[in-house]
Structure formats: C-alpha cells, structure tokens
C-alpha cells in the first residue's frame, strides 16, 4: 500500500516548455487534489477532482490544466512553463471532499 | 487577510518541553480542522482531526479547539527532537469542503 504516489521527484524546465505531474493512489479515494507550496506562502490549491470525472479550479489555476484519467489518476500539466511556476507541487487525496487528506511526497520543479 | 492564520515561528523549545501551536481562523462557518506534520523536503502527514469543540487526544498530541474565540490550538507533550517540523493547520468550512491551510508553523526541539 504506497498511499499517494508521484512522478517525477525533481524536474528543471526551461521558460516556454510543457510538462505533465503525475499522481497516482491506491487507497481507493473518490477525492484528489493538486496544491503548490511556496516559502511564505502555505499550501496554495491548483485544482480538485471531487469524484471520477469531474475537476474544478482552486485558488490558482492559472497557466495549469488537469485530468482526471481514472479513479486512481490525476495529474497536472503545464502548457507553457514560466518562472513564477518554480515550486513545490503536492497531490493529495480523500476518501471525499470533506474527509482528511494524504498527501504525496511533493514533485520540486524549477524554471530557468 | 488569509482565512487561516499561523506563525511562522520559528519556535524553540527544549526537549521534553510541552509545546503549544496555534491558529487562528476568520469565518465563523466551519465543519473541522486538521493539523498536519511537515518535514523538510516531505509531503504534510496527517496529525490529528477535530470536528468540534474541546479537546482531542492523540499519545502526546491533544488538539483544542475554542468556537467563541476562532482559536484552535496543538499541544505536544514531552516534545523531542523528532517532533522538529513545520506544522500546518488546515480547516474545512461547510459549503465548498475545500480546506484551507495556514502558512504553518516551525518548531525547533532542540537537545
């Protein structure tokens, strides 16, 4: 049982180029969730998935798009990466939206 | 003003010291709160889960929460030097159930 799982660990990208974040569970969550964290900032939601099939934007959407691509699957894309995107981006999950959320071990990206 | 309010600390305590964590919140619509344990460069570990007021024991976590004032507090016990992280509460309101996480706070036990 890994819990929430998430690829790559590190990644570097230039300005202008796409990228996909995986995340993947095994604990049968309807729930999932993209966040970034920032020095300073706290954990800043992305997007959500409440159930299979549905996504909706959090506090900062802008400049990433989502898929739901099954039960267990969710991940986050950047079309066109700018530097204002170097974060610390985590997946997390529920068993629904309003219960306790697991979180991944965090993907590092940096823009250059 | 973000809806969920923490300093950052640092905070510096001894071992076996007994630690207090607070958070503040602003609306008075709310479902429950949760704390979270962070370590460096690690994803938050779920600590501990409240939907009410009053007091909520884990081993040597206990987690209060006080309606009239907007005050929800992490109390550890005989801290260690394990227990050096940034702890980050979290709440949930009713209507979006959506949590909302405060910056966090950073304690140091040291030896």
């Known amino acids: 049982n890994a819990g929430v799982t998430q690829t790559p660990k590190f990644q570097v990208l230039k300005t202008g180029q796409s990228m996909t974040l995986q995340c993947a569970q095994d604990?049968?969550?309807?729930?999932m969730y993209w966040y970034r964290q920032d020095p300073g900032m706290g954990l800043r939601l992305i997007y959500y998935?409440?159930?299979?099939?549905?996504?909706d934007k959090g506090e900062v959407p802008n400049g990433y798009n989502v898929s739901r691509l099954n039960k267990r699957e969710f991940s986050l894309r950047l079309e066109s990466a700018a530097p204002s995107q170097t974060s610390v981006y985590f997946c997390?999950?529920?068993?629904?939206?309003?219960?306790?959320?697991?979180f991944g071990p965090g993907t590092r990206l940096t823009v250059t | 003003q973000k809806e969920v309010e923490q300093d950052p600390g640092p905070l510096s305590v001894p071992e076996g010291a007994i630690v207090s964590l607070n958070c503040t919140y602003s609306n008075s619509a709310f479902q429950y709160f949760m704390w979270y344990r962070q370590y460096s460069r690690k994803g938050p570990e779920l600590l501990m889960y409240?939907?009410?007021?009053g007091n909520k024991e884990d081993g040597r976590f206990t987690a209060q929460v006080d309606k009239s004032s907007k005050y929800i507090s992490l109390f550890i016990r005989d801290s260690q030097p394990s227990d050096s992280a940034t702890y980050l509460c979290a709440r949930v309101s009713g209507g979006s159930y959506i949590p909302t996480f405060g910056r966090g706070t950073s304690l140091i036990v040291h030896p």
């Open positions: 409240t939907y009410s007021s």
């Open positions: 997390a999950s529920s068993e629904e939206l309003a219960n306790e959320q697991y």
């Open positions: 604990m049968n969550h309807n729930s």
């Open positions: 998935s409440a159930s299979e099939g549905t996504t």
